[in-house]
């Protein structure tokens, strides 16, 4: 069984605080962690939690880019990591227990804020993802959608335009894949087109979804206490002085 998992955002904890009880839910271990992107791949926190606080990840660990990482730093950090997470590159296929898995991290543009360089979905991306054929894949990962599949707006960010990434629906037509997974929107979100399921992730402190080894999915809504991040700190630091 695989647990599935959205934007992490640097919260590590709550990774280990899904598994737990995922796994309290199912009654057996899982066999591995597939985070879509957003697992906030900045030194100083990867440094705090696996270094200074001794963490590490009660199961093994996937995960795609998603566009808040520090990119200027993505391969050293992943390298040095290695031993904790396991980055899916875009545009290749992984088998992970008996499915084989598309990846395709990153988001369309938004702005230079959210959108830093190395995070935007380039045309070279979806043509190494197209090079493979239609049959050597089950299932895609995405942090963005593929546009055009309903996803509506993050309330306040109408401006930014219609969700999801271009030339998605080549992606569709030449995998059709069983299913689709996404996060980045920070919602649930299912549709079906043609015979190819998606389903959107919220923050991983909302909830995960369940893959089993038939290929069935299950969404589970179960909310975990959020730590507090940088920014709350330091407001609060300022604050009470
Ligand atoms: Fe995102």
């Not at 709550?14 to 791949?41: P, R, T, Y």
């Not at 440094?47 to 880019?65: A, C, N, P, Q, S």
């Not at 043609?194 to 923050?203: A, Q, T």
Request: overall charge negative; proline content about 3%; some cysteine.
């Amino acid at each position: 069984m695989l647990l599935i998992i959205g934007d992490v955002h640097s919260q590590y904890q709550v990774i280990n605080e899904q598994i737990s009880f995922a796994e309290e839910k199912i009654g057996q271990a899982l066999d591995a962690v597939i985070v879509l992107g957003d697992l906030g791949i900045y030194e100083q926190q990867l440094k705090k939690f696996f270094g200074k606080e001794g963490g590490h990840f009660l199961r093994k660990v996937y995960f795609i880019d998603g566009n808040h990482e520090e990119f200027s730093q993505f391969d050293h950090l992943v390298e040095k990591y290695q031993h904790h997470l396991t980055h899916l590159p875009r545009g290749h296929v992984t088998q992970i227990c008996s499915h084989r898995f598309l990846s395709l991290g990153g988001a369309r543009y938004m702005d230079a804020l959210n959108s830093p360089s190395g995070s935007e979905i380039k045309d070279c991306d979806i043509a190494r993802c197209l090079a493979h054929k239609s049959g050597e894949v089950d299932f895609v990962l995405t942090h963005d959608c593929p546009a055009g599949i309903g996803v509506p707006n993050a309330p306040g960010l109408e401006f930014y335009g219609n969700p999801g990434f271009e030339r998605g629906e080549e992606l569709i037509e030449h995998f059709k894949p069983q299913k689709w997974f996404f996060a980045h929107y920070h919602r649930w979100f299912d549709c079906k087109i043609g015979k190819s399921e998606f389903y959107g992730l919220p923050e991983s402190w909302k909830g995960f979804g369940l893959l089993d080894e038939q290929g069935n999915y299950e969404a589970v809504e179960h909310a975990v206490a959020k730590h507090e991040d940088w920014l709350q700190s330091f407001i609060r630091k300022i604050f009470s002085l």
